[in-house]
């Protein structure tokens, strides 16, 4: 089963900043990926995305950089496949999903990959998901 995973989930794995309900979803996609037949999908962006979050936290002595570095070993090491697509359909068809529902081009760029892929995303992002919901996109739930 493939998923699309949000940057959103991908941090909460590493940051304690979620709510206590985000970060039981966020571990129950975690523990997903270690299931036989099942990955994730990211676009291009998501690796620019958690490499801010990462130096920002780092910057802010919230994280150290040995826990950065543990994390990028697990994160090489699971099952994510990075979307090539990504850069084509930028400025056409996510561009439109950033219009219609009023997204970051970022977060468009996951319900874009969602709705190609015909699959379900794990976000925590309340307006991501709300978008998902609105373009029948459901969310990840194992």
Not at 20 to 44: F, I, M
Not at 45 to 51: G, I, K, P, R, S
Not at 78 to 102: G, K, V
């Amino acid at each position: 089963m493939n998923f699309v995973l949000d940057a959103s989930v991908t941090m909460a794995w590493l940051l304690e900043d979620a709510k206590p309900a985000d970060r039981a979803y966020a571990a129950r996609v975690l523990e997903s990926l270690k299931q036989a037949g099942v990955s994730a999908e990211v676009p291009v962006t998501w690796a620019l995305e958690v490499a801010n979050v990462i130096a920002r936290g780092e910057s802010l002595e919230l994280i150290s950089e040995a826990q950065s570095e543990a994390f990028l070993e697990m994160l090489v090491s699971a099952p994510i496949s990075e979307d090539h697509a990504t850069f084509s359909t930028a400025l056409n068809d996510t561009l439109q999903l950033a219009r219609r529902y009023r997204l970051s081009s970022y977060d468009a760029s996951y319900l874009e990959l969602a709705l190609r892929g015909a699959w379900p995303i794990a976000s925590l992002d309340v307006d991501l998901n709300r978008a998902a919901l609105k373009a029948g996109v459901s969310r990840y739930a194992r």
